[in-house]
């Protein structure tokens, strides 16, 4: 049954609908009886009417066996859905398409060529409109309007912060720096696109739905919330979240081919299958970033930073599909003081409507931390320039000092633990960074261009306390349900769904720890929203924060009740006694004790009477507060003056976050976050032309990194325990991605700050370094 292909990792191929977890379930490779396959008509067009659709010639296609169209839709009122941040995005259009590569009909076949030779048949007659790209010249007046039901382009405006404090402490600074710094829109790109099964069983009214989600019981909730009328209750839906080939906040929001693909399903009565191609992924899922930044800090000559006010002009395409939390359309943006003491600071953000697809998805970040995180840290060093001073220094110098903590910032969130002096001396130490300084000097003598950049980043992580974070009214509590077996067997299931994290593995650790039942006899279970408790899902780096919390917190749910068993077998008082991992023994006795495998016996044997029998716990985890991980990166590179070329010499990261469950773990979630840091910050952007044509929607264009370009990390840590987490565990899937490119930049800006370059845009190719060189005069002579 089993067979290998594909590149670079081996899949088992599923030959039925009988799915075993763990062990390499691909939608993509997903097979049933009579299964039927869709494929998707798109728009060439970013912005037009649509006359008509000409459906003839793809229904003469032999296997072709629909088109579906918007009016279709309509007439089950599914043609739109809701966005995550509760707007409204087209299911199919009725009669306009807003982006090219916009779903405008589907074709279902009994089987993916043919329904991509369907879609080659089916022929649309367009009217184009004109188009807005830019949000800036969408803000302007009489610019074209993208959506038909908003008063205007300009979907809200959001602030946060001392307004009027912050413009006094601007008015009295001794310095002031400002700077524009763009963001672009990058794409997630994960091993696996995006796709569905969807199974439709008449007889029990019950819906199936295998789906690449991050998130599958909010998805049910909103399914059943949008299909009520159509009979589809909670119950009858069941969503499973098989291997989704990587996740990255590409597979949180809603996508048109689900509901299709459910839709058809009823309408057939057949498994209905949706995958994307990878040009369809590239161009049409939801993006992240693109950000418009004009960042400012005011501070004193000796370097002390007193201000922050940061003005934002966010892109987020022809719908809010942004990922956020409700109270939050900008994310935790206002995490954007960092790692500095900040004594006022002020943030406003704009959200506008292009015409471009969704934007504001938080590719591995937690809700805009990446963008709070790059601008923080380029304007440090922007400041630091300004004044002469060194950029490790003025780190040193503002650093929120380790007996401040717990911390509330000028913004008003509560970091809970720190040491950020030791994490960036730890990476000074690491690198060498006083050789390296006097190295430079020496070489900037020579004419040699070699640039040291840091990043002291702040991460927040772990949505979150209920007080202040839901999507779409649910409130993002961590849950965990654990079963012990009668011979001391654990079954362990969660509101969470590992894409690659290897929840699995950590999870069962956490477990192993507080029970002494070997981690190899735990069997962890995500992401079948019949079987596993509810649950937000795996995002913005939370598992860990909340549902790793609920898995301590079960566990010792399950110890006080093992406890009450071991009493009642040894015969003693509870209060006498005592535990060691997996074992309760008699105090003063260590010989006279039940182990954890005894008592699970005897909770389904001979159980104290009066006692409900089993040994099994739930929790639903409401976090007291986020966790704040936190790191120091320094890069080092070398420009060559003849291209423009960037080569980063060497890579430190000293990562802290808390207590690590598995390190190892913690070493590949760095090193892949690492890599997806350096990819923005070198090589990849999604463009526009004026007429909103997509640059990039391939491998061709679109840039990833391969292991040639990627540099070596080398990774170092600190450990300052999350003192309100259960085992003092903060999340650090995101980390990497989130502190990386500020370190890049840095180091180039560093290279060049010689000739009067305070900023570059990422991504930093070597064209735009040659283009900064050449206007300073500074390209090799031949
Ligand atoms: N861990 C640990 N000790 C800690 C913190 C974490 O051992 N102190 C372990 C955890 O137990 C878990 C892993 O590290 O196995 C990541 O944990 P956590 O930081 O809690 O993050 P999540 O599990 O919630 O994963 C989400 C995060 C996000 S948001 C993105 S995006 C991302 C990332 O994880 N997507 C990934 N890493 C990814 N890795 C893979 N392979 N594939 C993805 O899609
Ligand atoms: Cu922030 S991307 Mo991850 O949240 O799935």
Redesign the pocket.
Known sequence: MAEVHGIGHSRKRVEDARFIRGQGNYIDDFKMPGMLHLAIVRSPYAHAKIKAIHTEKAMATPGVLAVIDGPTLQKYNVHNMPTLMSDTQMVLPIDTVKYQYQEVAAVLATDRYTAADGVAAVEVDYDPLPVVVDPFKALEPGATKVRDDKESNHIWHWEWGDKDKTNQDFDKAEVTVKENIYIPRIHVA?IETCGCVAKWDATNTHLTLWMTTQAPHAIRTVVALITGHLGLSEEKIRIISPDIG????GKVPAYPGYVIAVAASIVTGAPVKWIEDRTENLAADSFGRDYHITAELAGKKDGTLTSLRFKTIADHGYTDAAAQPSKFPAGMFHICTGSYDFKSAFVEVDGVYTNKPPGGI?????FRVTEAVHAIERMTDVFAQKIGMDAAEIRMKNFIKPEQFPYKSALGWEYDSGNYPAALQKAMDMIGYDDLRKEQAEKRARGEFMGIGISSFTEI?GAGPSKDFDILGLKMFGSCEIRVHPTGKAIARFG?K??????E???AQIIAEELGIPAEHIKVEEGDTDTAPYGLG????????VD?ASAAIASRKIRDKAKKIAAHLLEANEDDLEWETGRFFVKGSPDQGKTIQEIAFAAYTNHPQGMEGGLEAVNYYDPPNLTYPFGSYICVVDIDRGTGQVKIRRFVAVDD???????M??E??IH??LTMGFAPAMMEEITYDENGNIHGANFMDYLLPTAVETPKWELGETVTPSPHHPIG??????SA?VGAPAAIANAVVDALAHLGVTTIDIPITARKVWEVLNQHGATLEE
């Open positions: 994960s990587g996740g990255f906040g938080a590719y591995r970040c937690s992580v969470t590992s894409q690659g994290q290897g929840h593995t950590t999870y795996t995002y913005a780096s939370r598992s860990t924060p790793g976050c808390g207590v690590r469950i598995n390190p773990i913690v590949g979630q892949g976050g565990a903060k999340g650090v899937g995101e991605t």
